[in-house]
């Protein structure tokens, strides 16, 4: 079936350092979406992707769609400590509601 | 707007024991999904809903039922807990925006659940 792989599965940085993680699915997606899970919270939608190649930027985030649309990764620039949590990818396809997420990278900035 | 609500937010129950996990949604959202939640696995869906009165399964099924009687209402059922349903479960739900779904989920809080 399909699957969504996301690395690093952890990733410690000093604040200030840049940060990046990537999904890589075995099948094309229609679309990718990425959401941000603080600790002990639930996932918030952050941003989706649909078209092959894009990438969208929120202040010192970049998230980009590959070409294929089979690999996505978000971009962090300038970690702040407000960026701890976990990342998680999610792959789409359309008209079934139904996302497959990736393992998630889980995020520590230390002061 | 409440968005997405889960009852109870923490839950103990002894093996072979069953309850069900309530979720409601206020949006109007004809899609919604339950998700388990285990450390270095992501999330990963049980069951989801397309409407009332559709369900399917999703990637993890096996010991879960639910049913979708109303747009806002999808109940999870665990028939006879076992420790590996030790978990933490998110219901979500997400909406169609003209042909295409967008999938764009609303999550909520989330349920705690241990099972000795």
């Known amino acids: 079936g399909q699957q969504v792989m996301q690395i690093p599965q952890y990733q410690h940085v000093q604040e200030g350092e840049d940060f990046t993680t990537y999904c890589n699915s075995s099948?094309?997606?229609?679309?990718i979406q990425w959401y941000k899970q603080r600790p002990g919270g639930h996932p918030v939608f952050l941003i989706q992707?649909?078209?092959?190649?894009e990438v969208k930027k929120q202040k010192r985030l970049t998230f980009q769609f590959g070409e294929a649309k089979k690999n996505s990764s978000l971009h962090i620039t300038a970690t702040q400590t407000t960026d701890v949590g976990t990342y998680f990818c999610?792959?789409?396809?359309?008209?079934?509601?139904?996302?497959?997420f990736g393992q998630g990278t889980t995020l520590q900035v230390k002061p | 707007n409440a968005g997405v609500t889960q009852t109870p937010k923490f839950q103990v129950l002894k093996t072979g024991q069953s309850m069900t996990l309530q979720c409601a949604q206020d949006?109007?959202?004809?899609?919604m999904s339950w998700y388990r939640q285990d450390p270095g696995m992501g999330l990963r869906l049980i069951h989801y809903?397309?409407?009332?009165?559709?369900?399917d399964q999703g990637e993890v099924p096996n010991g879960y039922n639910v049913s979708r009687s109303t747009t806002e209402d999808f109940p999870l059922r665990l028939l006879s807990a076992a420790p590996s349903q030790t978990s933490v479960y998110f219901c979500?739900?997400?909406?169609?925006?003209?042909?295409?779904?967008?999938?764009?989920?609303?999550f909520g809080a989330g349920t705690r659940l241990s099972v000795l």
């Open positions: 999610a792959g789409g396809k359309s008209n079934t509601g139904k996302l497959i």
């Open positions: 979500a739900s997400s909406f169609r925006d003209g042909g295409l779904a967008r999938n764009i989920q609303y």
């Open positions: 099948t094309t997606l229609s679309n």
């Open positions: 809903s397309v409407g009332a009165g559709i369900t």
């Open positions: 949006m109007n959202h004809e899609y």
């Open positions: 992707l649909v078209k092959s190649g």
